[in-house]
């Protein structure tokens, strides 16, 4: 099992650029986090699918956050246009069938975004 | 705003002493978790504790928790230089038939050789 696997680990860009962040969960997980990590606010949930669904994207800051999971084992979360105050570290996060009530969310390592 | 509040922020033993973290939430809970975070790196799932439970043990993690105080604490024993890392406890809502995890803001744990 490779985990939660995010690409890029790191991405640096500059103001008004567009920003795409990427996620494979474990396959057979169901349940989908997208969180944001800032030291001044800590970890932020951003949206959630299940089955490909999205079920939750109160968290999402503006309508310049979007993000998709076109299917079980795919997700992007995209930044247009992204600011400096965007710079954070981003993690996708998968849970197995049953949800997080009985087990916990798995993690990928995150991107680290800096935006300049 | 967070659900869960850690305390203490930061926390610093020496190895072979017991680390104690301590956190507290606002609304009635389904369960509560505790996260590790080392430097750079993504979180990993320690232990979860339902809100039927009282105390569970994991090798060297004991967790308790207190619906009528609503808190939790988390306590390592033992502690080793491999312990150095971020804790976090996490909180999923009662009530609820979805799996939103809100995370409180951490205590870092530095452990001494």
């Known amino acids: 099992d490779a985990g939660v696997i995010q690409s890029p680990r790191h991405e640096v860009t500059e103001m008004g650029q567009e920003v795409t962040l990427r996620c494979k969960p474990i396959?057979?997980?169901?349940?989908l986090f997208w969180y944001r990590q800032t030291m001044m606010r800590g970890l932020e949930l951003l949206i959630y699918?299940?089955?490909?669904?999205?079920?939750?994207d109160s968290g999402m800051p503006e309508d310049r956050f979007s993000a998709k999971m076109p299917n079980a084992s795919f997700s992007t979360l995209k930044i247009q246009p992204s600011e400096p105050r965007d710079s954070a570290v981003y993690f996708c996060?998968?849970?197995?069938?049953?949800?997080?009530?009985?087990?916990?969310?798995?993690f990928g390592s995150g991107t680290r975004l800096t935006v300049v | 705003s967070q659900q869960g509040e850690e305390d203490p922020q930061a926390l610093s033993i020496q190895e072979g002493e017991n680390a104690t973290m301590n956190c507290s939430y606002k609304?009635?809970?389904?369960?509560l978790q505790w996260y590790r975070q080392n430097s750079g790196r993504g979180l990993v799932h320690l232990i979860l504790?339902?809100?039927?439970?009282r105390e569970k043990h994991s090798g060297r993690l004991r967790v308790t928790l207190d619906t009528s105080k609503k808190s939790s604490s988390l306590l390592i024993t033992a502690s080793r230089a491999a312990d150095t890392a971020s804790y976090f406890c996490?909180?999923?809502?009662?009530?609820?038939?979805?799996?939103?995890?809100?995370f409180g803001q951490g205590t870092i744990l530095t452990v001494h050789p």
């Open positions: 996060a998968s849970s197995r069938t049953g949800g997080p009530k009985n087990w916990g969310y798995t």
């Open positions: 396959s057979g997980h169901d349940y």
């Open positions: 699918f299940n089955n490909n669904v999205p079920i939750d």
């Open positions: 609304t009635s809970i389904n369960n």
């Open positions: 504790i339902r809100s039927n439970e």
């Open positions: 996490a909180t999923i809502a009662g009530g609820t038939s979805y799996g939103k995890l809100t």
